[in-house]
């Protein structure tokens, strides 16, 4: 029997989860679609504002409320973002019952909203009685800007709300970076299609860890069959060094075609980033295992054929 589906869809204000949110539940005929801010106006009438201040603003300008502002300095970054984290701190734990309630009830539930903080949200306790997925949703600073103008507008708060797209583009960036702390996908909401998609092939993901034999230079195709033709992702690095009775293990989560694209061009603009990264493959033989995913069993089976076609597998009579 299936575990329930638990989806969240983070991201700052603008950037375009409700659409997303919305298309996605209906895609996997989920019938719950819970937005964040709803559990926070019951949170809001339990807990006044002389004892959560920060509760009873917006998260983008909960900062006022701090009683240690004067810490930050000219640091408005932090200010903002220590402001947001009060916020949302008060909402979670009203989320975290919410994810309790649909998976006892083993009811797939999709929440929207930008008080799901990678790192403050506890999704490890659901993970033994849930298929929970947890995604941060992102756009470049001009198409945020214009989803942000537009959704002001649509919504009727122009005006100071529109003043506050600086603290949204803020949180936006605090949110990516717990984000890649906390190994939560960060999807580049470009458009809506492409961004369903990427986000039902991680849903639905069939993975199996494979050995790999490859160079360096070599990584480019890796990830281009892994990524680009297929869809997939890789997960999770172990290099078999020589002498050591546990392989080396490194966390990587690589889903995104541009983030792998780019790091292959950092390692060829930086040669002794590149030589260190090869001495690495040289002491484990260029052997090394990951965790490979694709969207469907067809798909992961045809990748491997691929992979071991490229000459990219390690096999055991070599």
């Known amino acids: 029997m299936r575990k329930p589906y638990v989806i969240l869809i983070g991201s700052a204000s603008g950037i375009g989860k409700s659409t997303i ?17 709803f559990i926070r106006e019951i949170v809001r009438g339990i807990i006044g504002p002389d ?29 903002i973002d ?29 929440i929207e909203g930008v008080h799901l903080v990678p790192g403050l949200l506890d ?21 945020h800007k214009e989803r942000f103008v537009r959704r002001a507008m649509k919504i009727k708060r122009g005006g100071k709300h529109l003043d506050y797209f600086k603290e949204n583009r803020i949180i936006n960036n605090y949110l990516v970076q717990q ?36 160079s360096v230079d070599q990584l480019e195709v890796e990830t281009d069959i892994i990524l680009n033709k297929y869809g997939g992702r890789i997960m999770d690095v172990s290099y078999f060094l020589p002498g ?48 490979i995913c694709a969207p469907d069993k067809k798909s992961l089976k045809s990748m491997i054929k691929e992979l071991d076609e490229k000459g990219l597998l390690y096999k055991s009579d070599e």
């Open 21 to 37: 949110a919305s298309e996605l539940a209906k895609e996997l005929g989920i019938k719950h679609l819970i937005e964040t801010d």
């Open 51 to 79: 004892y959560a201040p920060a509760l009873h603003k917006s998260s983008y300008n909960a900062y006022v409320t701090l009683r240690d502002k004067q810490r930050y300095g000219d640091n408005t970054e932090s200010l």
């Open 82 to 110: 220590a402001g947001f984290e009060e916020h949302a701190s008060f909402v979670i734990p009203a989320i975290e019952r919410v994810i309790k309630r649909a998976v006892d009830d083993f009811n797939d539930v999709v």
């Open 123 to 143: 999704i490890e306790k659901f993970k033994n009685d849930a298929s929970i997925h947890f995604f941060v949703l992102s756009a470049d600073e001009e198409v």
């Open 179 to 214: 984000a890649f702390e906390h190994r939560v996908p960060v999807i580049n909401n470009l458009d809506i299609n492409d961004t369903k998609k990427r986000m039902l092939t991680l849903i639905k993901e069939i993975c199996k860890e494979m050995i790999f034999r490859h």
């Open 244 to 291: 050591f009775g546990e392989p080396l293990k490194r966390k990587v989560n690589v889903y995104d075609p541009v983030e792998a694209k780019r790091f292959i061009n950092l390692l060829e603009e930086n040669p002794k980033r590149k030589k260190d990264l090869e001495g690495l493959y040289g002491l484990s033989g260029n052997i090394h295992r990951h965790k």
